[in-house]
């Protein structure tokens, strides 16, 4: 089965998801996303029937009521995106796809949301100052068909229903919570200094704040990986996270960067992934992981150590 994406986002882990599920742990009660964005990860954990439970968070209230609708009631969302996609051809499309921004940025509305993340430039979300979305609609392509994205959603709300818990809290709340036998799965947005803001979220996450939380979770042996920084052939983007927390730092080759390709260039997006302490020391301790074959085994310890 293709796996199901219905949520476009710019920086998904989709295409680098498999080569970040070789660091799971055996044994996983709950996978928990504080920053779910796409939840690239948790729909290929499920796809994979890895986890018995999940839990998707983000700040982004509007991005969850997606999540929690797409998930449970993926009959109605297929329909109202059906509706909002099909009538875009019945004005100037530019001018419609303003007009529904408009709507979304007053009412929240899940249908409208998923179709500016099909209909934006290049699945990029940005917002203004006042936490409103302001992306400019991509003029040459019309977004996802009503037909393929019931089939996404429809995959996703296979995979999830009835074993996924959706919020939209402050992700310090959200890991205060976890147990031993959960692992966390962390992408957030990363800001080089403490005080700049990024605009591809509603609101950032503090580097200094970031590094105290994984310290405490460090304290409290909670298993769990992190994406943040990654480089493009020689420019580097993100600040790495310190050599104080202990962390496994591994580098993933995610392919050429669509910029490069653009530019006539080869050079790759290099992926940078951290493990806790705990996380590695069980992966180096354990006398088989599962879903490997005995070379792929000692291939991923070696990686590791």
Request: aromatic share 10%.
């Amino acid at each position: 089965m293709q796996m199901p994406h219905p949520i476009p986002y710019q920086g998904s882990k989709r295409n680098i998801a498999s080569k970040i599920l070789r660091y799971f742990p055996a044994d996983i009660e709950t996978l928990i996303e504080p920053f779910a964005g796409s939840a690239a990860i948790t729909l290929a954990a499920a796809s994979n029937n890895i986890c018995k439970k999940y839990w998707l968070n983000d700040l982004n209230k509007p991005l969850m009521d997606l999540w929690k609708i797409i998930i449970n009631q993926p009959e109605i969302i297929g329909k109202q995106y059906e509706d909002v996609w099909s009538n875009q051809f019945d004005e100037y499309p530019k001018q419609y796809y303003n007009r529904i921004r408009d709507e979304f940025n007053t009412s929240g509305r899940p249908d409208f949301f998923l179709f500016l993340l099909v209909r934006c430039v290049k699945a990029s979300v940005r917002y203004n100052a006042n936490g409103e979305f302001n992306q400019s609609p991509d003029n040459r392509r019309r977004g996802t068909k009503p037909k393929t994205m019931k089939e996404m959603i429809f995959g996703a709300s296979h995979l999830l229903r009835d074993k996924t818990t959706t919020t939209s809290k402050n992700y310090r709340d959200i890991l205060e919570k976890v147990q031993a036998d959960d692992l966390v799965y962390m992408d957030p947005p990363y800001q080089g200094v403490c005080r700049n803001r990024d605009t591809r979220y509603i609101t950032g996450v503090q580097y200094c704040e970031f590094i105290e939380v994984l310290k405490k979770l460090n304290h409290r042996k909670i298993r769990y990986i992190v994406s943040y920084d990654g480089r493009v052939g020689n420019k580097i983007y993100g600040k790495t996270l310190p050599d104080e927390l202990h962390l496994t730092h591994i580098e993933i080759n995610a392919g050429r960067s669509t910029q490069a390709t653009l530019l006539g260039r080869q050079d790759s997006t290099i992926e940078s992934l951290y493990l806790s302490p705990t996380l590695k020391n069980e992966l180096t301790k354990a006398p088989c992981l599962r879903r490997y074959t005995p070379k792929e085994q000692m291939d991923l310890l070696e990686m590791v150590l």
